[in-house]
């Protein structure tokens, strides 16, 4: 066992604190980015990091601000590092906060190893393209939109949905066929209500996977810098038990969109210049590192597999937030008001929503042989089912021919009952045969993206 | 030398560092991090950092190279994965880098390999700047033609056949008294343009196998290119088909800020795939360049400038190349973040204000020309760019630099998109300027190319406008030569546009096989039409088997598609005729 080292360096000469930003004498030695404790003359202690380091000057940032700091009787203690997390294999089962200090009444952890939390880039020459489905049980994303080992793939949703739920259900009933004692859950809370984050922990409790969960808890009430820290320290817990353990991982984060927000209050806090809706010009870079943090390796065993959890401001999702999102994840799923309006759950919303790893992760020997044509036919008589829904809006569906009546009928089943399908689990073989049904009602010339063969073999006789 | 003096992001400023030059090359701290002198005020030099500067420290030291960012060219570069200062990845992982630590070191150029060198020119003959001296087989596809590099030249006095290495002397030239001494491998400062005798009129297809580009808005060889849109709306797919299959010698994809899994998948998929016309691993026609989005930043703006390079190099000997960037935009915002550590006066959307003349420099590098030297040879450098506008909003800045440079714009549509019609190139705001250009080269494939292409593209323009009347009165009000233009239109989209990247066969169509396709659909659209007129319905032409067949065709294999196709006419002669009170 090692431990980490307490302080290396103190200063005492501050120039200058305003805002969260305080200004300190030069120490030679003192790293870029480096961690620090501000203590002030009270004896309490804010963390900070240096963010500007000149021989005559140190910009820290005081996370928490600099009120009640006074010039005088403040120190400021350099940590000689940046954050760290201790690791090992009993870190499986239990809950930390924030910057990584357990919050479940147990004892701290015995680490094998301090793993800086901000990771090294994979070598994209040691990746491995992600190709194993995981079986969420849900059929609009197993179906057509389906989850891969390795893949970065976010729920986009909006305040007032059920994204929650739907999140729970998929950590419930996700798994990952042939490697099942392998499986495991980070959870990281970040900005949310405490109930929300309660509702979370209850339910991998009921279920029983908290043994096989690490869970790291930022709330609305804790400091908003350490939302900052978390989804850092969730990625390298996950990197940790998936590339020494030969884990495959799956981490969710929840809600991206306090991530962001954080992001920003520190940005302006800063005095940068902002970029598109004050968010900073760098957001884009800061959140490719924590997702890029995904993938496989070859010659590894494990994989990191990420579902980031976000809130669209204004349902809009070209707002930054979703829009520098997908322009990293691999593809979305769409959580849509109008469909929840409906009484449909879960009301995904299949043309917004995107699997980009999934023709890797679905066919024969993965899902079934017929899979890829089945989901390119749903996609089809699907969109030409909404597209004379529209027209019908105005015309009147009496006014359509009756082949065009039959793909509004088609486009109302496969919501009704391929889309909404409630809490219960399907695997993915039932949510193929419900393809099949709703193409029994189509005359078979209008199959025309199924080959020839799967229609024989798999469409069941009209009745 | 220097030491460092502040360190802010990646902006280092370092002291005692006069006798430095703008551009130079520096090793900063303990770990040696490449970084980039973009400034000197007195002693002082402002660096711009290539890699992560966590944990550097005032005072650490500073070392010149002497030299500025260059590309190491020669023998070893085709088929290797490099990261954005050439850096070879590969090489990396050889060495167990899974991770890229900061500071890590690996030749570009291999240096212990030997290559079988064999002179094409001999002792006596005078060669100038740019000439071919000789060959090395580097792939069974290309071969590697060793150049004198463009400011040297003189009477050859040495030169043999043998294996050697990039570093060893394949020849000696003599000019003026003075002996140069040369190597296989050249270095060449990425940001120079390389040095070419005379332009030439972009004038010769690129064949790439998409229908949409190849038939609709072609793109020549020498072009430029830009493929803006939104997230998830194929970009990337599209950039990866361009590289697979285009009929160029040599292809250099420049991943630039983008995701590391779709740069293992193109890896991984390139190894497997083989070139349609000679049957070999497409390997051994790429360079890789993968900076990804979480690698560092600063190092995103040196990586397309390394892939230009390494293509002009190329093209310098004779060869057609193809460069994709994916994306100029994660390009563009290297600059402003740098920009914002410099607290330079930001331009609009917080860009800074050489953006535009930054992205002109690298689209400019694209052309036809005549190479520098002997023998005499054309060589071409095509580039085609990824924009990805925040919202999808093309009015944003770095679009509309773009959109000023390029002469060919395949404008992705979300809708199309969501609606999974892939490429979802839109046939309405698309256009290529070279599309009069390389009408001779195409009409000389396939006779009747410009005729059909225009009324292909004006019946696709006349459904568009029809649609807007469908969306207040419904189809069904629609008489039945409209309610045929929307159906032909259907298949010219479905049956033609859309092409599937996935699909074995679909994945790439010679323009000889598009032609036959749209041929089809415009007989079928005839045919119909003469029926229409003694009596038939369209609802009738729609049920008809022909139609499952034409859309089917996709399906249907190279070698026996011609045949085919031939038969679907003749059944098309026989079943599209009305009869009294339909269609047989
Ligand atoms: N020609 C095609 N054939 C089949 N599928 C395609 C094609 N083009 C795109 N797609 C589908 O669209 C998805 C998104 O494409 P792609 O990754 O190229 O988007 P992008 O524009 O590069 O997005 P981003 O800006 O986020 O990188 C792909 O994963 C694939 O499923
Ligand atoms: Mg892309």
Same mark, same amino acid.
């Given at each position: 066992?090692?431990?980490?080292?307490?302080y290396?360096?103190?200063?005492?000469?501050?120039?200058?604190?305003?805002?969260?930003?305080?200004?300190?004498?030069?120490?030679?030695?003192? @790293?870029?980015?480096e961690?620090?404790?501000v203590?002030?003359?009270?004896?309490?202690?804010?963390? !900070?990091?240096?963010?500007?380091?000149?021989?005559?000057v140190?910009?820290?940032?005081?996370?928490? !601000?600099?009120?009640?700091?006074?010039?005088?009787?403040?120190?400021v203690?350099?940590?000689?590092?940046?954050?760290?997390?201790?690791?090992?294999?009993?870190?499986?089962?239990?809950t930390?906060?924030?910057?990584?200090?357990?919050?479940?009444?147990?004892?701290?952890?015995?680490?094998d190893?301090?793993?800086?939390?901000?990771g090294?880039?994979?070598?994209?020459?040691?990746r491995?393209?992600?190709?194993?489905?995981?079986?969420t049980?849900?059929?609009?994303? /197993?179906?057509?939109?389906?989850?891969?080992?390795?893949?970065?793939?976010?729920?986009?949703?909006a305040?007032?949905?059920?994204?929650?739920?739907?999140?729970?259900?998929?950590?419930? @009933?996700?798994?990952?066929? !042939?490697?099942?004692?392998?499986?495991?859950?980070?959870?990281?809370?970040?900005?949310?209500? #405490?109930?929300?984050a309660?509702?979370?922990?209850?339910?991998?409790?009921?279920?029983?996977?908290?043994?096989?969960?690490?869970?790291?808890?930022?709330?609305?009430?804790?400091?908003?810098?350490?939302?900052?820290?978390?989804?850092?320290?969730?990625?390298?817990?996950?990197?940790?038990?998936?590339?020494?353990?030969?884990?495959h991982?799956l981490?969710?984060?929840? /809600?991206?969109?306090?991530?962001?927000?954080?992001?920003?209050?520190?940005?302006?806090?800063?005095?940068?210049?902002?970029?598109?809706?004050?968010?900073?010009?760098?957001?884009?870079?800061?959140?490719?590192?924590?997702?890029?943090?995904?993938?496989?390796?070859?010659?590894?065993?494990?994989?990191?597999?990420?579902?980031?959890i976000?809130?669209?401001?204004?349902?809009?999702?070209?707002h930054?937030?979703?829009?520098?999102?997908? #322009?990293?994840t691999?593809?979305?799923?769409?959580?849509?008001?109008?469909l929840?309006?409906? !009484?449909? #759950?879960?009301?995904?919303?299949?043309?917004?929503?995107?699997?980009?790893?999934?023709?890797?992760?679905?066919?024969?020997?993965?899902?079934?042989?017929?899979?890829?044509?089945?989901?390119?036919?749903?996609?089809?008589?699907?969109?030409?089912?909404?597209?004379?829904?529209?027209i019908s809006?105005?015309?009147?569906?009496?006014?359509?021919?009756?082949?065009?009546?039959m793909?509004?009928?088609?486009? /109302?089943?496969?919501?009704?009952?391929?889309?909404?399908?409630?809490?219960?689990?399907?695997t993915?073989?039932?949510?193929?045969?419900?393809?099949?049904?709703?193409?029994?009602?189509?005359?078979?010339?209008?199959?025309?993206?199924?080959?020839?063969?799967?229609?024989?073999?798999y469409?069941?006789?009209?009745? | 030398?220097?030491?460092?003096?502040?360190?802010?992001?990646?902006?280092?400023?370092?002291?005692?560092m006069?006798?430095?030059?703008?551009?130079?090359?520096?090793?900063?701290?303990?770990?040696?991090?490449?970084?980039?002198?973009?400034?000197?005020?007195?002693?002082?030099?402002?660096?711009?950092a290539?890699?992560?500067?966590? &944990?550097?420290?005032?005072?650490?030291?500073?070392?010149?190279t002497?030299?500025?960012?260059?590309?190491?060219?020669?023998?070893?570069?085709?088929?290797?994965?490099? +990261?954005?200062?050439?850096?070879?990845?590969?090489?990396?992982?050889?060495?167990?880098?899974?991770?890229?630590?900061?500071?890590?070191?690996?030749?570009?150029?291999?240096?212990?390999?030997?290559?079988?060198?064999?002179?094409? %020119?001999?002792?006596?003959?005078t060669?100038?700047g740019?000439?071919?001296?000789?060959?090395v087989?580097?792939?069974?596809?290309?071969?590697?033609?060793?150049?004198?590099?463009?400011?040297?030249?003189?009477?050859?006095?040495?030169?043999?056949?043998?294996?050697?290495t990039?570093?060893?002397?394949?020849?000696?030239?003599?000019?003026?008294?003075e002996v140069?001494?040369?190597?296989?491998?050249?270095?060449?400062?990425?940001?120079?343009?390389?040095?070419?005798?005379?332009?030439?009129?972009?004038?010769?297809?690129?064949?790439? &196998?998409?229908?949409?580009?190849?038939?609709?808005?072609?793109?020549?060889?020498?072009?430029?290119?830009?493929?803006?849109?939104?997230?998830?709306?194929?970009?990337?797919?599209?950039?990866?088909?361009?590289?697979?299959?285009?009929?160029?010698?040599?292809?250099?994809?420049?991943?630039?800020?983008? *995701?590391?899994?779709?740069?293992?998948?193109?890896?991984?998929?390139?190894?497997?795939?083989?070139?349609?016309?000679?049957?070999?691993?497409?390997?051994?026609?790429?360079?890789?360049?993968?900076?990804?989005?979480?690698?560092?930043?600063?190092?995103?703006?040196?990586?397309?400038?390394?892939?230009?390079?390494?293509? =002009?190099?190329?093209?310098?000997?004779?060869? +057609?190349?193809?460069?994709?960037?994916?994306s100029?935009? *994660?390009?563009?915002e290297?600059?402003?973040?740098? &920009?914002?550590?410099?607290?330079?006066?930001?331009?609009?959307?917080?860009?800074?204000?050489?953006?535009?003349?930054?992205?002109?420099?690298?689209?400019?590098?694209?052309?036809?020309?005549?190479?520098?030297?002997?023998?005499? *040879?054309?060589?071409?450098?095509?580039?085609?760019?990824?924009v990805?506008?925040?919202?999808?909003?093309?009015? =944003?800045?770095?679009?509309?630099?773009?959109?000023?440079?390029?002469?060919?714009?395949?404008?992705?549509?979300?809708?199309?998109?969501?609606?999974?019609?892939?490429?979802?190139i839109?046939w309405?705001?698309?256009?290529?300027?070279?599309?009069?250009? %390389?009408?001779?080269?195409?009409?000389?494939?396939?006779?009747?190319?410009? =005729?059909?292409?225009?009324a292909?593209?004006?019946?696709?323009?006349?459904?568009?406008?029809?649609e807007?009347?469908?969306?207040?009165? &419904?189809?069904?009000?629609?008489?039945?030569k409209?309610?045929?233009?929307?159906?032909?239109?259907?298949m010219?989209?479905?049956?033609?546009?859309?092409?599937?990247?996935?699909?074995?066969?679909?994945?790439?169509?010679?323009?000889?096989?598009?032609?036959?396709?749209?041929?089809?659909?415009?007989?079928?659209n005839?045919?119909?039409?003469?029926?229409?007129?003694?009596?038939?319905? %369209?609802?009738?032409?729609?049920?008809?088997?022909?139609?499952?067949?034409?859309?089917?065709?996709?399906d249907?294999?190279n070698?026996? %598609?011609?045949?085919?196709?031939?038969?679907?006419?003749?059944?098309?002669?026989?079943?599209?005729?009305?009869?009294?009170?339909?269609?047989?």
């Amino acid at each position: 066992m090692k431990s980490a080292p307490l302080y290396v360096r103190e200063g005492r000469a501050i120039n200058e604190a305003k805002g969260s930003l305080l200004v300190a004498k030069g120490i030679p030695g003192v @790293q870029y980015n480096e961690m620090v404790d501000v203590r002030l003359a009270s004896g309490e202690i804010r963390r !900070g990091q240096a963010i500007d380091v000149s021989e005559d000057v140190i910009v820290v940032q005081v996370f928490g !601000g600099v009120s009640e700091l006074d010039l005088e009787d403040s120190a400021v203690r350099y940590k000689g590092d940046t954050l760290r997390l201790p690791v090992s294999i009993d870190i499986l089962g239990r809950t930390f906060n924030g910057i990584g200090g357990p919050i479940d009444g147990g004892p701290p952890v015995v680490a094998d190893e301090f793993l800086d939390v901000n990771g090294s880039p994979m070598n994209p020459a040691s990746r491995i393209p992600p190709a194993e489905f995981i079986e969420t049980g849900v059929s609009a994303i /197993d179906g057509l939109n389906a989850l891969v080992r390795g893949q970065k793939l976010p729920i986009f949703s909006a305040s007032g949905l059920p994204h929650n739920q739907l999140t729970a259900q998929i950590l419930r @009933q996700a798994s990952v066929k !042939g490697a099942e004692g392998k499986f495991v859950i980070i959870f990281a809370a970040i900005g949310i209500s #405490y109930n929300d984050a309660d509702f979370f922990m209850g339910n991998l409790e009921e279920t029983g996977a908290m043994a096989r969960t690490v869970a790291f808890i930022n709330t609305a009430s804790d400091p908003v810098i350490e939302r900052i820290s978390t989804p850092k320290l969730a990625l390298t817990a996950a990197e940790y038990l998936a590339w020494n353990h030969g884990m495959h991982t799956l981490v969710v984060l929840t /809600d991206m969109t306090n991530y962001c927000e954080a992001l920003r209050e520190l940005s302006a806090m800063r005095d940068e210049i902002p970029s598109r809706r004050g968010y900073p010009g760098y957001m884009y870079t800061d959140l490719a590192m924590t997702y890029e943090r995904a993938g496989r390796l070859l010659g590894k065993e494990g994989s990191v597999t990420i579902m980031p959890i976000l809130t669209m401001p204004d349902d809009d999702i070209t707002h930054p937030i979703p829009d520098l999102t997908g #322009y990293i994840t691999e593809g979305q799923i769409v959580i849509s008001r109008e469909l929840e309006r409906k !009484g449909m #759950y879960p009301p995904i919303n299949v043309f917004l929503s995107l699997s980009r790893m999934i023709k890797e992760g679905i066919g024969e020997g993965k899902t079934r042989e017929d899979h890829n044509n089945v989901f390119m036919q749903l996609y089809a008589a699907y969109a030409e089912g909404c597209y004379l829904r529209e027209i019908s809006t105005i015309i009147g569906a009496e006014a359509l021919s009756d082949r065009d009546k039959m793909y509004l009928t088609i486009a /109302d089943r496969f919501e009704a009952e391929f889309i909404s399908q409630g809490e219960v689990r399907r695997t993915v073989e039932e949510t193929l045969d419900i393809g099949w049904k709703l193409f029994a009602a189509l005359p078979k010339e209008e199959l025309k993206l199924i080959k020839e063969e799967f229609i024989e073999k798999y469409l069941p006789s009209a009745d | 030398m220097g030491k460092i003096w502040r360190i802010s992001g990646p902006v280092v400023i370092a002291e005692d560092m006069r006798g430095s030059q703008v551009f130079e090359v520096v090793e900063i701290g303990n770990e040696g991090l490449v970084g980039e002198i973009i400034g000197l005020e007195g002693d002082r030099a402002v660096i711009q950092a290539h890699e992560d500067t966590q &944990g550097l420290k005032a005072g650490d030291e500073v070392k010149g190279t002497g030299g500025i960012l260059s590309a190491e060219l020669g023998p070893g570069i085709i088929g290797a994965i490099y +990261d954005g200062l050439q850096k070879s990845l590969t090489d990396l992982m050889a060495g167990g880098n899974e991770f890229l630590a900061r500071g890590i070191k690996s030749y570009a150029l291999p240096r212990d390999k030997k290559w079988h060198f064999t002179p094409t %020119v001999k002792v006596g003959d005078t060669v100038g700047g740019g000439s071919i001296i000789g060959t090395v087989p580097e792939t069974g596809l290309i071969e590697h033609r060793i150049m004198v590099p463009p400011d040297k030249g003189g009477v050859v006095k040495a030169i043999s056949e043998g294996d050697y290495t990039v570093e060893d002397i394949v020849a000696r030239l003599e000019k003026d008294g003075e002996v140069q001494e040369l190597t296989m491998m050249q270095k060449w400062p990425i940001k120079k343009p390389r040095p070419y005798s005379k332009r030439q009129p972009t004038e010769r297809l690129l064949v790439t &196998g998409m229908r949409i580009m190849d038939y609709m808005f072609p793109l020549a060889l020498g072009g430029k290119a830009a493929i803006p849109g939104g997230f998830g709306t194929g970009k990337t797919v599209t950039l990866q088909q361009l590289v697979r299959w285009s009929q160029t010698h040599l292809n250099i994809y420049v991943g630039c800020g983008e *995701r590391g899994n779709e740069m293992a998948d193109a890896l991984y998929s390139f190894k497997e795939l083989t070139d349609p016309k000679t049957g070999r691993s497409l390997e051994e026609k790429e360079i890789f360049i993968a900076n990804t989005s979480n690698m560092p930043v600063v190092a995103r703006e040196a990586s397309i400038f390394l892939g230009i390079t390494m293509a =002009e190099y190329f093209r310098d000997m004779g060869y +057609d190349v193809l460069l994709v960037a994916d994306s100029t935009s *994660r390009w563009a915002e290297a600059m402003r973040e740098i &920009g914002g550590r410099l607290e330079e006066m930001p331009g609009e959307e917080g860009f800074p204000a050489y953006m535009g003349s930054r992205l002109a420099s690298f689209y400019e590098r694209a052309g036809q020309v005549e190479c520098l030297g002997s023998p005499h *040879r054309m060589g071409s450098v095509t580039v085609t760019g990824a924009v990805s506008p925040p919202g999808g909003d093309f009015s =944003e800045p770095v679009t509309q630099n773009t959109l000023r440079i390029v002469d060919a714009v395949y404008a992705l549509d979300a809708q199309l998109a969501n609606q999974r019609h892939f490429p979802a190139i839109s046939w309405l705001t698309s256009y290529s300027l070279y599309a009069d250009s %390389v009408a001779e080269c195409w009409n000389d494939i396939v006779p009747g190319w410009s =005729e059909t292409r225009t009324a292909a593209l004006k019946m696709l323009q006349l459904e568009a406008e029809l649609e807007e009347i469908v969306r207040l009165v &419904g189809p069904e009000a629609l008489p039945e030569k409209d309610k045929l233009l929307l159906l032909v239109s259907k298949m010219l989209r479905e049956d033609f546009l859309m092409q599937n990247a996935y699909h074995e066969i679909d994945t790439y169509t010679t323009p000889e096989r598009a032609q036959l396709v749209v041929q089809t659909i415009m007989k079928f659209n005839d045919l119909a039409q003469k029926a229409l007129a003694d009596g038939g319905n %369209v609802a009738e032409f729609r049920a008809s088997p022909v139609v499952r067949k034409i859309s089917r065709i996709k399906d249907i294999p190279n070698e026996t %598609v011609e045949q085919s196709i031939k038969e679907l006419w003749a059944e098309m002669e026989i079943s599209l005729v009305a009869q009294k009170g339909g269609v047989a």
